[in-house]
């Protein structure tokens, strides 16, 4: 059975910046496609980053030039260093993850950006 356990949320003001992490458990982390996803109250939750077993990065237009995924596979660990941070990135964070063909998602962590 996977978890997965965010951590790094928080309040803070514009401009300024968070890094959160996701601890995997289990065995196949190296394999693995993670991802950051946000949800914001009364809206659909959107892909955030991703980043294959490859290295392979994408993001999404919002964040292109502030948030930065990375992943070290020693640790079972992926991060979402955020920088620049504006009101509008205020959501719940949650980690994602596709092993052998399953999704996994942890409980979220709350993210407050004030004006």
């Known amino acids: 059975q996977v978890q997965l356990v965010e951590s790094g949320g928080g309040l803070v003001q514009a401009g300024g910046s968070l890094r959160l992490s996701c601890a995997a458990s289990?065995?196949?982390?190296?394999?693995?496609?993670m991802s950051w996803y946000r949800q914001a109250p009364g809206k659909q939750r959107d892909a955030v980053a991703a980043?294959?077993?490859?290295?392979?990065?994408n993001y999404a237009d919002s964040v292109k030039g502030r948030f930065t995924i990375s992943r070290d596979n020693a640790a079972n660990t992926v991060y979402l260093q955020m920088n620049a941070l504006k009101p509008e990135d205020t959501a719940v964070y949650y980690c994602?993850?596709?092993?052998?063909?399953?999704?996994?998602w942890g409980q979220g962590t709350q993210v407050n950006v004030s004006s």
């Open positions: 289990g065995s196949g982390f190296s394999i693995s496609f």
């Open positions: 994602h993850m596709v092993k052998y063909g399953v999704d996994y």
């Open positions: 980043i294959t077993p490859g290295g392979t990065i």
